[in-house]
Structures are given as C-alpha cells and as structure tokens.
C-alpha cells in the first residue's frame, strides 16, 4: 500500500512570496490533515478535511494560509505570502478511522 | 485544550542500552499514538494504544488511561533507533485531531 505522498520536499522562496504544497492521502482514507512543525516542536494541526469539507480550520492563519481539497482526494496548501516566521515543516497526515499515517514533509525556508 | 507533556527531553543512551520514555496527558483520550521521527524527519508509527500494553520486537508501550500517562520501552537499543520520538493524543472533546508532545530526542552511541 502506497503512503501519503507530500511535494515537493524542499522549497526555499523570499518573504511575501507565494508557495503551495501537495498531498495525495492513501487511497481510501476520508480524513485528511495538515500539520505545521517548527524546529524542535512537535507538529501543530493547521486543518482538517472530511472527504472535501472542511471540519476544523480554527489554527490556520486564514490572512495568509489557504486550503482545499477538490474531489475529496488530493490536498493543496497555499501561502501567500510568505513571513519569516512560516519556515517549518509542513505535514500531511491521513487516516482510515483511528491512526493517522504522516506524509515526508515539505521543508521550507523563508528568506 | 489538552496538555502533553513529554520526558526526558533528551536522552543519550550506549548501544544496547534499555530505557524509557514517558507521556503524560492532562484529560481524558480517546487515542494515543506513539511515533519516531527519523533524522530525515519521517514521522513513522510505533504504537496506536489508546489503553493497555502492546509489544513489537525491542519496543513496547503501555497506556493508563485513567492515570493519564503512557510509557514507551525501547531495549537493547540499536543506533538506528536514535530520532525523536513523539507521543500524540486525541482530546475526548476533539474530532480526531491530535495534540502532539514535544518529543523526546534520543541519542544511540555505537
């Protein structure tokens, strides 16, 4: 069984540009999440998805961060723009019922 | 919302080595999820133990609930074992969301 796959892995970009990530869940699993790690913390839930409804969107930093999930499948998270601050590791994570299963990560630096 | 806390923070161990790890949770869950981050940042999962003990190969893990804590046993510990590793739970009052601890880093000497 393939695992939630994350791109692309690295991103380097200058503050106030945009960036949008990618996740594709494994197949069959109807929630989906996103994640942001800074250094040395654990990961912080930015929002969840059911199927392609969104069910908690209350840490996401809507000025900036936007996220859809068209068809209830594939995932897309936006920001626009960039601060300093969003350098971190982003995350997808998808899970059948109980256990969530973690994507590689997008690592991303803001100059 | 719910507190995780994790400890040690840091753990420096010589190969073969046992230790434990422990999280400690501040309301009731309905999940607890036990995960090591490679040094790649790969977060992989050891345990879904919501209550209980289980066991795979040198790692087990048990959780008691109505304590509010869970312990995860690494033994005869391997280099290979060295990342961090994360305790996760889900709030009774949450929708399957998890709250993650601030991990403990391992360290595996050869």
């Known amino acids: 069984e393939a695992g939630v796959a994350q791109s692309p892995r690295y991103k380097i970009i200058e503050k106030r540009q945009s960036v949008a990530f990618w996740c594709n869940p494994i197949?069959?699993?109807?929630?989906l999440y996103w994640y942001q790690q800074i250094l040395g913390q654990g990961p912080k839930l930015l929002i969840q998805?059911?199927?392609?409804?969104?069910?908690?969107d209350s840490q996401l930093p809507k000025d900036r961060f936007s996220a859809e999930r068209l068809k209830g499948v594939d995932s897309t998270l936006k920001i626009q723009p960039a601060k300093l601050e969003d350098s971190a590791v982003y995350l997808c994570?998808?899970?059948?019922?109980?256990?969530?299963?973690f994507g590689p990560g997008t690592r991303l630096t803001v100059l | 919302g719910i507190q995780v806390e994790q400890s040690p923070p840091d753990l420096i161990l010589q190969e073969g080595a046992n230790s434990t790890l422990r999280c400690n949770f501040s309301?009731?869950?309905?999940?607890l999820q036990w995960f090591h981050q490679n040094p790649w940042g790969q977060l992989i999962n050891l345990f879904y133990?919501?209550?209980g003990t289980k066991q795979n190969g040198r790692l087990s893990a048990t959780t008691v609930a109505t304590e509010r804590y869970s312990l995860l046993y690494i033994s005869s510990s391997q280099t290979t074992d060295s990342g961090v590793y994360f305790c996760?739970?889900?709030?009774?009052?949450?929708?399957?969301?998890?709250?993650f601890g601030s991990g403990t880093q391992l360290t595996v000497l050869p």
């Open positions: 998805f059911q199927n392609n409804g969104v069910v908690d």
């Open positions: 994570a998808s899970t059948p019922v109980d256990t969530q299963y």
């Open positions: 133990i919501p209550s």
């Open positions: 197949s069959g699993h109807a929630t």
């Open positions: 309301d009731s869950v309905n999940n």
């Open positions: 996760a739970v889900e709030w009774s009052g949450s929708a399957r969301q998890l709250t």
